[in-house]
């Protein structure tokens, strides 16, 4: 081959752009961001699981004389597939100094962005979906976001502005949710009710508006394709122009992939490392995307996306009889919930069935389809059939290496012909599936008597797999329970998982593969009744889960009639950077452009739990390209450990390891590339030491724990529970947390080049923590380092002490090179170094009347905190604090303990151990009801506080709201209602149950540290009149800037538009304390007030002199008077205190009460469920600002049921986490948002204890989350009633499908054997 290379060519935001020197190793994202300074798309996984980083790409296809634009994942796509193609990033469709776009302006105005790292994806998604729809339906937006992750909104908000470009009927179906909301008291629409945004003031949609597609491109793709050849460092890219040239390029390289969407060879080359050196694209060979008819079925280019396979199928659809399309309609079904929509745009059909997945979602369906591919080589063409004998091993098929795939055909399905598919995924949507399956069966003309049957899965094994010996079990048999019952059996022997096979899950596999069986046999059967073959009553099939949304109601608030009209308090006001954030302006620390001699950190982990280190060679490391240096503990100035709660942190492991995921050193290099090759190539010796600890059971036996254990009690237990009717006992676990803030942790160290000084960019919650342990680190005063937080991409408590560890690593690069230093987590390293949210295992023993009185209980929590101490016993006093829930049991005793383990420690998260804690007590709740045989919320009931009330550790309050949530979301629930018409649904549906919870959460708001109750705040008022505000709160999407401006405003009688929030600095408020515990605006805002007072009292004189002057001209005179218009503003809160030794205190100054009700519908044999209604009421004060707090209820909401019922962080028994990225962590998606979302401010409520009478929103209704996991709860006790069980039963969180599923102990899970726990190596851990 000659080393020519060619120019790359393509457009982007309608600029061309030339590359001299593509590289194929460099994908769109990178280049964007780093080559072309276009930072506004944002990376958020690398992987194709986020969303963050979508653009839209366009294409002239000259058969059709079309330009086709598809959204992509820039993260995915190599650039130098984009040869000929236009790019359209957020930047290219609107900004602030020309016009913003329609989508942006409806994003940011439905208040659907809060920090902001999603929305750039968001608007690219519904962007490209208007470019080809103008006027989508719903159903079309909810599929263009399915592939967008939003950690903060809960996705209500971005899909209520999306939905303003639909053209919607707008009732709903009335079978979710009971009534119409369109009609009657239940109506959401009272006119003068006041709304969060008005739709009147938003942009049309020109589409005369949006860049044309070049008209270079277009003459381009007419003309004849030639052959081009890209050079990078490592890899060479030839994209061949013509078939023969391909074949010949293949038989010559089999070894080297053909890379079409790159969704599988992408993320093995990034995430495993995978070196190909030569890529051969034939993304131009155009008999790859041919669609031909035949009498057999319809043959499809192998290139074909796999939405272009869809549109192609659907388009077919109308042109045959319905008994032609069995399998076209099975594959459109099944291509519906592949990955997402993105994933969708690019993959191709080729490059599904030949990367073999064992949980492909297309290869079964098309095996039992029949389908056949054709493929080529140097030694001529042929058809392989699609079948048992293809797929050989894991990723590997029959073919060649130098076999290409053409076509695939879809054959026409017969009369007396059915052909069906079903997965089970652990989120409905982008996702792939646990058990996937493909069937099909043959009847003999009129009659029941099956003549053929193929079953093929995916999930049940390292490949697609047969289920021959099943299929032939019910060959020449009748389709009827007989025949099923004994193919149940056969299925059970032979498709068969070991215990410890990967994936585990292995019980819940086995009975899917008998689930969706019996589920095809209903569907059939229905079928041939319709048919007249089957007469009399047959069960029903089995209908989807409904996923049709509803109009969604928040209700809130006026402002009182006097208030003026420029006074934005309580008002639902746009977060103050939404708009910037919509257009890809607003800056995160990523996005800081790079300095001269830049240098870019990856550090190097321990890959053993528990071991001595026995060496540390970095030599390999040294020697590669762009390779700098390698920091290591002996490199730090200062001190390399950090102390707290008596325990002390090492930056860099020394001497040893205590996990998986431990920081030893780091590499720096002139690039990202280089620096992760740098750390992969530095090699470490380990002696393993014995008996690591991972479990809290293994916690306990070996007494492994952090000190202090707490405990509380109040009243005498030993004699309730002697005088309690009934006693029961129970337990109860739940899995940890990943943050998943969507950006990842991120800082950039610049050395000033005098005096030691340091600029220091980072997303953190707590800049003086940073600044603190960066002087420590490095042996200087604090006064020579600044950190400076502009926003934060999401934090919910992971970016404090971890982000202060990472900083300080950071710094000592800098320090030690002197050059400025950036460090970006992947997400991989980021979910593995930094821990998330404490798992618990729960014991407890409860005592209650026959009257449903709960008079004694006793818990004990047990804590996973990892390997370091952390913040855990903060947490642990936290559980302990509220402990008694909204609940005034008399006796009540609680102990918490940390367990120290050999995995990643543990940290703050967003509740700092109140989720847990409440569920816990729920739960015994819940039990107290099952064991009555009552209907949970009548103990609750019973139970709550009531009247003027002392907490167990005895702090008076008065719980009257409390009281108020609760009734009124009784009554806007319309619970008692609801409740009836689930019974009857129940009865009605052998395999769909619905269940119906209604819970409250009492939440202490505040630090209980005396010192931590204090803020502070810098105003200066300039000439012109402009105000800049800085205060010691960090803006990371909960607004907190947005309310610190209408505080100012109002203070300082100016509209906010005159006031400008640019960071949060250590030089110019110093000594703060972090952003948490729902605090900030409680803190600040009274620190902002206090300085525009001052600000306000110095311009009187002026006022006085000049009453019709304006605030310009009472500033101007100021400055010439001489007077300072800066003003510092402080708060020094109450000394709220907890004396562990009393056991008593006042560490909250008021609590925050709401109340959720949540419906759900679960299905039985799958254990997929949905949300169909949630109403949530909430007492958050007089709401400064109700938009910002819907944002934060709404999005802690979702974020609980995530905690509660979907993401499963999983560990290998050596302790390595598996679950490093969305492609495996499930956190919730636009699929989980519930049908129906209803949130009521309470009215008439005030608090005297924080600003403008408010009150902190940010954690609380987290736990709210859990009314979702109780109703599943309550669907898996009628579905097991089914089986004869009653009474409590243990369900762990998450409620994961394959939790729920197996709790519901249908026949089929009970037909299930399992395996003696001890007798097998799990593939996971129970931690
Ligand atoms: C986030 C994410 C979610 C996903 N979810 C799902 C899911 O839910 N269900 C599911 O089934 N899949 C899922 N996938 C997998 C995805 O469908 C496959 O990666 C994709 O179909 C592969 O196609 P591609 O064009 O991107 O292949 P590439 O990565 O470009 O190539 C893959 C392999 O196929 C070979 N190949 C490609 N074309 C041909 C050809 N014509 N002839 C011979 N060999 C060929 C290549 O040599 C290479 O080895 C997901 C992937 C991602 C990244
Ligand atoms: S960064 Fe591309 S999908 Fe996540
Ligand atoms: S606003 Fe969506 S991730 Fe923060």
Known sequence: MSEERDKLCFFVNGKKVTESHADPETVLLSYLRERLRLPGTKSGCGGGGCGACTVMVSRYQPATRTVVHHSANACLLPVCQLHGAAVTTVEGIGSTRTRIHPVQERIAKAHGSQCGFCTPGMVMSMYTLLRNKPQPRLEDVTQALAGNLCRCTGYRPIVDGCRTFCQEAACCPDDACGSCCMNGEDGPEEPEEPELFDEEEFLPLDPTQELIFPPELILEAKASPKTLTFRGERVTWVSPASLEELVQLRSSNPEAPLVMGNTHIGPEMKFKGVLHPLIISPARVAELFEVAQTSQGVWIGAGCSLFEVGSVLEKLLPSYPEEKTELFRALIQQLRSLGNQQIRNVATLGGNIMSAYPNSDLNPVLAAGRSRLSV????????????????????????????????????????????????????????????????????????????????????????????????????????????????????????????????????????????????????????????????????????????????????????????????????????????????????????????????????????????????????????????????????????????????TEELFAESEVSCIGQILCAVVADSRAHAKRGAAAVKIGYEDLPDPVFTIEDAIARSSFFEPRRDIQRGRLTEAFQTADRLFEGEIRMGGQEHFYMETQSMLVVPVGEQAELNVYVSTQSPTTAQEVISETLDIPSNRVVCHVKRIGGAFGGKLTKTAILVSITSVA??????????????????????????????????????????????????????????????????????????????????????????????????????????????????????????????????????????????????????????????????????????????????????????????????????????????????????????????????????????????????????????????????????????????????????CQVLYQRLEPFRRKDPKGSWESWVKAAVFDQVSLSATGFYRGPEYYMDWDKKEGHPYPYFLYGVCCCEVEVEVLTGDSRTVRTDIVVDVGRSLNPSVDVGQIEGAFLQGVGLYTMEELKFSPSGLLYTRGPSQYKIPAVCDLPLRLNVYLLADSYNPHAIYSSKGIGEPTLFLGSSVFFAIKEAVVAARSESGLVGPFQLDTPSTPERTCLACASPFIQKIPTSKPGSFKPWALNI
């Open 376 to 647: 080529i080589s140097d030694g001529g063409r042929r058809e392989v059939p699609l079948d048992r004998d293809f797929f050989v091993s894991f990723g590997k098929t029959a073919l060649q290496p130098e076999e290409i795939v053409l076509s695939v055909l879809i054959p026409f399905s017969r009369k007396w012909e059915f052909v069906q598919a079903f997965r089970q995924a652990p989120r409905k949507d982008g996702s792939f599936a646990t058990v996937t399956t493909g069937m099909r069966v043959l009847f003999s003309e009129g009659s029941r008597v099956v003549q053929d049957l193929s079953v093929y899965f995916g999930g049940m094994g390292p490949t697609t797999v047969s289920a021959a010996e099943t299929c032939a079990a019910i060959i020449t048999r009748p389709w009827d329970e007989e025949t099923l019952g004994r193919a149940y059996d056969v299925l059970l022997d032979e498709l068969v998982l070991p215990p410890s096979a990967p994936g585990g899950k292995v019980e819940f596999r086995r009975s899917l593969t008998l689930s969706f069986l019996f589920k095809f046999y209903l569907e059939v059967l229905q079928k041939l009744r319709e048919m007249g073959v089957v007469t009399g009553e047959v069960q029903e099939a089995i209908q989807p889960l409904p996923r049709e949304l509803q109009r969604n109601l928040q209700e809130f608030q006026h402002v009182s009639r006097n208030q003026s009209d420029w006074d934005p308090v309580g008002r639902p006001i746009m977060h103050c950077s939404a708009i910037s954030q919509a257009t890809g302006e607003a800056v995160y620390c990523d996005d800081i452009p790079k300095t001269d001699g830049e240098l870019f950190l990856v550090p190097v982990t321990s890959s053993r739990a528990h071991a001595k280190i026995t060496g540390v060679d970095v030599s390999e490391a040294l020697k590669l390209p762009g390779v700098f240096d390698v920091v290591t503990a002996r490199d730090i100035p200062g001190k390399k450990v950090r102390e707290a709660y008596g325990y």
């Open 814 to 1091: 800098a320090w030690k090179t002197n050059r400025a230093v950036r460090c970006i987590l992947e997400r991989g390293d980021d979910m593995l170094i930094t821990g998330g949210r404490h798992p618990v295992l729960a014991k407890y023993k409860v005592g209650f009347m026959r009257d449903g009185r709960i008079v004694a209980a006793d818990v004990q929590y047990f804590m996973n905190g990892g390997n370091t101490v952390d913040e855990s016993t903060l947490v642990a006093e936290k559980v302990l604090l509220n402990l008694d829930a909204a609940y005034n049991i008399p006796n009540l005793r609680g102990s918490c303990s940390i367990c120290r383990t050999n995995l990643p420690s543990n940290t703050a998260f967003r509740g700092f151990g109140i989720p847990q804690c409440l569920l816990v007590v729920e739960n015994m709740v819940n039990d107290v009801a099952m064991a009555l045989g009552r209907p949970a919320d009548q103990i609750r009931e019973i139970n709550m506080y009531r009247g003027p009330s002392v907490t167990h550790y005895k702090l008076e309050f008065d719980p009257e709201n409390l009281h108020r949530c609760w009734e009124e979301c009784m009554l806007k629930s319309d619970y008692r209602a609801r409740r009836a018409a689930v019974d009857q649904f129940n009865k009605r549906n052998r395999w769909k149950k619905r269940g119906v919870a209604i819970i409250p959460v009492k939440h202490g708001i505040g630090f209980s540290e005396p010192f931590l109750n204090q803020a502070g705040a810098l105003v200066h008022v300039y000439k012109d009149g402009s105000v800049l505000v800085l205060h010691g709160g960090t803006e990371m999407g909960q607004g907190l800037h947005t309310k610190m401006q209408q505080v100012a405003s109002r203070e300082l009688h100016i509209p906010s538009s005159k006031i400008y929030i640019s960071e949060t600095s250590t030089n110019t408020v110093p000594n703060t304390v972090p952003t948490a515990a729902s605090f900030g605006t409680d803190a600040n805002g009274i620190a902002v007030k206090n300085a």
